[in-house]
């Protein structure tokens, strides 16, 4: 029997097997922040444990930093320590950084593909669930807790127990307007958010062949929000065009011998998955979020659910709406382009192709977040950052941001905001702050017209 692309990637991993029992990963890159680390190196340094690979690890100060003037001191105590924290374990221990001011600076799952740190067929963790994002290149990424940190600290090997396989699949055409973003959001509005569960996910179908690496980043990252341990779309030309020339691609006949074997990583056709899902794009739409969660999720043109569970109706409480409405021409005033999710150059330029000319709605605060240092330089060099700003729009500096109010940039209380991130949750955006999940394009038009519309047809 055949293998899927996860079983290749998996099994090419394990340094040993337990009888009737988890497995021991070797991990080849891991990925960490200012947040989830300091608890795991101060583990390793009571118990007296050097790191074992340095220099398989890569930090980058994303989450608590602010994203403006980033060249002054940070204000916040407990994000100033974090930081420091973070700079100093670095040094310590040999690790490379790209903190604050450096050219690589930027979120963490921004930078990793755009350095080309990212590859097929590795295993990559980071101490944040949205690691599924590097999965776009055909590897095996998941988010793990801090004291999973800690043991990747101290063997660069994990003790896992090995997912089910799912895969999903969509086929067929997409309408004018349908951007990756919709499409994930889609899915998990029609599965659910439990029913990746247990599973690791592969997508498939011509949709996301045809997808930017962009746009498969997009998708891959909001695995986890249907429940998944994180998705995978298998390598092609596209994904060997996106890596080639990146600062830590492998170049010249490395390049080449790279490949050879990333071309053999694609699922056989013969191999089978546990659980499968199948989808038309045709069936796609514009899509929006109305509830608390990202499974919570219409078409534009339809109407919220007339019933629910306790959730349901928790949820359109704390959202402020009834059951049965439609949400087009809802009024919004906060827009919110950026996260791990959509604050990559293509976003950007999405966005700034519907905007340009225009001008926003005057109750609309429009925040746009690059997801890195390099994404910044773009913007400039493409003449983008004009075109926002004569549109009214404020640039900020990279990071996290508004996705989940970790630094300065929170919605208030009792607003709407028209996010490209990936969570929904109460509060995640700032306490008492309502978020709309959505599309670059969406987020575009929203912020000109001050609320939401149609875009099929706008441009």
């Known amino acids: 029997m055949g293998k899927t692309l996860f079983d290749k990637v998996w099994d090419a991993h394990v340094v040993d097997t337990i009888p009737n029992g988890p497995q021991v990963l070797y991990i080849d890159k891991h990925l960490i922040h200012e947040v989830t680390s300091p608890q795991a190196f101060n583990e390793l340094e009571a118990r007296g444990i050097p790191i074992a690979r340095p220099d398989q690890i890569v930090a980058t100060a994303d989450h608590n930093t602010p994203t403006i003037n980033q060249h002054l001191p940070v204000e916040d105590p407990l994000s100033r320590n974090q930081l420091e924290q973070l700079s100093k374990n670095c040094k310590k221990h040999g690790i490379t950084l790209y903190d604050l001011g450096h ?229 919004i005033n906060y827009v919110f382009i950026g996260s791990c999710t959509n604050s990559r150059i293509e976003d950007f330029r999405i966005a700034a192709s519907y905007i340009k000319g225009k001008q926003k709605a005057p109750n609309v605060n429009a925040w746009l977040v690059p997801g890195s240092q390099q994404v910044a330089k773009q913007l400039q060099e493409e003449g983008l950052v004009t075109v926002f700003e004569n549109a009214g729009f404020t640039l900020r500096e990279p990071g996290c941001s508004a996705c989940l109010a970790m630094n300065d940039d929170k919605i208030p209380s009792g607003e709407y905001c028209v996010s490209t991130s990936n969570r929904n949750f109460e509060g995640r955006q700032g306490r008492g702050g309502r978020t709309h999940l959505v599309s670059p394009a969406m987020a575009a038009a929203a912020a000109i017209h001050g609320h939401f519309v149609d875009i099929r047809g706008e441009a």
């Not at 080309?116 to 101490?127: A, L």
């Not at 090997?157 to 997912?163: A, D, F, M, V, Y």
């Not at 995978?232 to 596209?238: K, L, V």
């Not at 080639?244 to 080449?256: I, L, R």
């Open 103 to 331: 050219e690589y600076n930027g979120i963490v799952h921004v930078i990793a593909p755009e350095l080309g740190i990212t590859q097929p067929g590795m295993t990559m963790v980071c101490g944040d669930s949205h690691t599924s994002t590097h999965g776009a290149f055909g590897s095996i990424a998941f988010g793990i807790g801090t004291s999973q940190v800690a043991q990747v600290f101290a063997s660069q090997s994990l003790l896992l127990k090995k997912p089910k396989s799912l895969r999903v699949s969509v086929n067929g055409t997409l309408s004018p307007g349908v951007l990756p973003k919709d499409v994930i959001l889609y899915i998990i509005s029609q599965i659910g958010t439990n029913a990746g569960t247990g599973y690791f996910c592969e997508y498939a179908g011509n949709v996301f062949q045809e997808m930017s690496m962009e746009g498969r980043m997009t998708v891959c990252n909001m695995s986890i929000e249907m429940g998944a341990r994180g998705g995978m779309i298998a390598p092609d030309q596209t994904t060997f065009d996106y890596i080639e020339g990146k600062k830590f691609a492998p170049q010249g006949d490395a390049f080449a011998k790279a490949v050879s074997h990333w071309e053999t990583l694609p699922t056989d056709a013969d191999a089978t998955f546990d659980k499968e899902y199948h989808f038309d794009a045709a069936d796609v739409a514009p899509m929006l979020t109305y509830g608390t969660n990202p499974g919570m999720g219409i078409k534009i043109t339809d109407h919220i659910p007339e019933k629910g569970d306790m959730t349901f109706e928790k949820a359109l409480e704390y959202m402020n709406f009834k059951g049965g409405s439609q949400l087009l021409d809802t009024t």
